[in-house]
C-alpha cells in the first residue's frame, strides 16, 4: 500500500510517500506525477515514511528527475536508511539529489 500527500503551490510541489512504492503503487503514482507536473519548477519529494521501493519506483524516480532537469530541480528528502542502501546499491546515489 502507498499514501500519497500532493501539496503544489506556485510552481512548487511537494510529494510525500507512505508505504511501499513497488510494483502494484507505481502505477497509481506515474499517473498522478504525470497530470501534476506539467508546471513544476521545484519538486521535492519526501521518502520520510516510504519503507520500501522497487525496481518499478526507481524508474519512476528516474523518470521525474529527468522531466525535472528540463523544467527546474528535484530534491529528494528524508530517505531511511534501508530506501538509502538501495539507492547506493543501484547507483542512484549519484543520480538523485537527496537531503
Known amino acids: ?17 507512505e508505504g ?3 510494483t502494484t503503487t507505481a502505477p497509481e503514482l506515474e499517473k498522478k506525477l504525470k497530470g501534476e507536473m506539467g508546471d513544476v519548477t521545484d519538486l521535492i519529494v519526501d521518502l520520510a515514511e516510504l519503507s520500501y521501493i ?3 519506483g526507481l524508474r519512476l524516480l528516474l523518470s521525474a528527475q529527468k522531466t525535472m532537469n528540463k523544467q527546474g530541480s528535484m530534491v529528494v528528502r528524508n530517505v531511511s536508511e534501508e530506501v538509502n542502501e538501495i539507492f547506493e546499491m543501484t547507483g542512484f ?3 538523485l539529489t537527496i537531503e
Open 1 to 17: 500500500m502507498l499514501n500519497i500527500r500532493i501539496d503544489k503551490n506556485d510552481g512548487k510541489m511537494n510529494i510525500a510517500l
Open 20 to 22: 511501499r512504492l513497488d
Open 54 to 56: 522497487s525496481s518499478a
Open 93 to 95: 546515489s549519484d543520480i
